[in-house]
């Protein structure tokens, strides 16, 4: 048996690579799309069992209205506004700081804290679940957004760092050198010179925190008791019912919760890319 050619063997994997592609796509994609279809399919599709074919009744504008009238998501909406903004910038500010920290001075024990924010990142969160509401309990925090607000930034934090120390590793030592030796104070050094630099660093990293914190559920769920400051996560499982489920106003409520994080990362899409490949050349 020949061996095949090399020209047909590269041929062969150029077809399975764009086969590969869509099939990917699709399969990534397939739980977005059966959400959206099932967002315009009306109430009697349900009740009749047609969960999986096309839609015959297209009720799309009653689905979204229902579920922005069945339950109070625009209160929903805007407790998780004052929950992920504080919290984004609060993590990036940070973390930024303590990248900046991290990767220009060198004290004792910088490796060791540096391999923690490591670490930590690898702890699962589910086991911190009693502990943290406990402790949230103890302090007056339980059920308000500023509780919200210190556990995320809290949680953020170490990856935010990570992320950024790594960027700011990279720039040019004698650029803050430079700028000392001119007379430049540490804060402005930073403020002034490493912050323009990592911005698109702290584009992409902000577009990320705001879809983890904007999107968490479980954590919600745990800090939470009743509407005052649920976010719109917890909302959308209000659309429930007691005995039965309206799946359709649930797949509207959905699609209403992730239109804020898709628009983030449109409108933001060239400087997350910046940002993800920034340094990427250099050795």
Known sequence: MFPMPIEKWKA????????????ALLIWLLPILAVLVTSVRSTDELMEGNYWGWPKDFAMLDNYREALTASPMSHYFWNSCLITIPS????????AMAGYALSTYKFRGNALLFATFVACN?????????????????LGLFNTVSGLILFHVAMQTGFCTLF????IKQLPYEMIEAARIEGAGEWTVFYRIVLPLIRPALAALAVLVFTFVWN????????????????????VAALK??????WNLVSAGSILAAIPSVLLFFLMQKQFVVG??????KG
């Not at 950024?164 to 960027?167: A, G, H, P, T």
């Open 241 to 246: 019912g007691q005995w039965t489920t309206a």
């Open 276 to 281: 993800l490949t920034f340094g990427a050349s």
């Open 122 to 138: 690898f702890v699962p969160q589910q086991i911190l679940m009693i502990p943290v509401r406990e402790i949230s309990v103890s």
């Open 12 to 23: 062969s994997n150029r077809i399975l690579y764009k086969l590969s592609l869509p099939v």
């Open 216 to 235: 968490d559920y479980f954590w919600a769920l745990c800090l939470t008791q009743g509407d005052d400051v649920a976010p719109i996560t917890v909302g």
């Open 88 to 95: 984004v910038i609060g993590a990036i500010a940070l973390a």
């Open 164 to 167: 950024l120390r790594n960027f």
